[in-house]
């Protein structure tokens, strides 16, 4: 009978497994599933059993693994050198946990996409919002495919679950941002204060206003970040920290020609960075730097291939944390630019004492949650 199941040996590798299925694809499918269950095995004893000095370079590894699966390297790379290094990564998946999912959102925001068609197209709200959905769709289905065909799985699926999900996210996207800004309190209505290409303070102006000044600053960072060559998602960050400084510097603290003290503490914000920043400022620079050591050790201990993705992933860690990083600076100049316009800060729809206690009360509700009987 057709669903009876015999059976097959099944070579991967080294291994050999003998499998009851009903025809050889099945057989594999299984071998394959066995063979990894194994890998999980194995990977997650030697972390436990390695010294406590190599755990975090172990954690490393696996971060940068899983973030180079997001971009499809290991599944390419067996394809052309005949390893098997994607067994690696689920490996490095299966010890991460509910971890990986972070990293792999933070590696999906370096994908390249077609995110700059719809303003390229131009047209009103509805035809934005056809041509983000239709870009939406073909970037879906796209990395649903590749995702599918790298992890042994139906492409067809991959795809239109892919093309799917694409769609609805560019439908939730919007939607998500603009709760998202009215809990934060950013209103885009707001005027962004100055928005002047200026670039040099007016010629022969002895006492340059404040606003003039920072449009400058703003002005020259971006066009330094515009014209790296490496794109580092720093630079910006860098230059108009330098900038700025240099313009908090020069102004008197108190007395006349003082800035009010809400543009002194927005000045302080942006030179000396809020804790959440920072961190990523710090992590994402470390994330980079050791790129090449994750690499090489990867590459020591697993194979060259390994290696390779591991620096990969990395480096795409590394970027992603810059960029969080770089963020965070942007909206501090936003929050300048809005006090030097003068037009004051959306609140959003809860004040800050509702949002205080909101988030108090969910904490509490998941720190008593499990021992709710």
Known sequence: MADEETSFNVFLGNDKFKVMARD??????????????????????????????AKPFMAAGDVALTASDVFGVPAAMDYAMGTNIQQDVNAARHRMGTAAIPVDMLAASRLPGLGRIPGMLGGGPSARAITRGTTSAVEGTTYGGLQALAHDQPVDEGAALGGAGGVVGSMLGPIVNKGYKAIRGIDDSIPQGIRSKMTALPAGQANPSLVDQVTVAENLARRAARRDKFKDPLTYQTEVKSNIEDIANALPTRGKGAPSPEIQALLAKITDEDPATKLARVGGTVASRSALGVGLAGGYGLNPAAGLAMA????????????????????AMRDLRRALAKVPKYEGILTAKQQDRLMKAARQGVLEYPYDE
């Not at 694809?25 to 390695?50: C, P, S, V």
């Not at 990083?325 to 942007?330: E, I, Q």
């Open 24 to 53: 050889e694809n099945e057989a594999m499918a299984r071998a394959k599933a066995f063979q990894q269950e194994e890998i999980n095995a194995r990977g997650q004893t030697q972390y436990e059993q390695a010294p406590a000095w």
């Open 312 to 331: 990969g992933g990395q480096s795409v860690l590394g970027r992603a944390l810059k960029s969080v990083s770089a963020g965070g600076t942007d909206e």
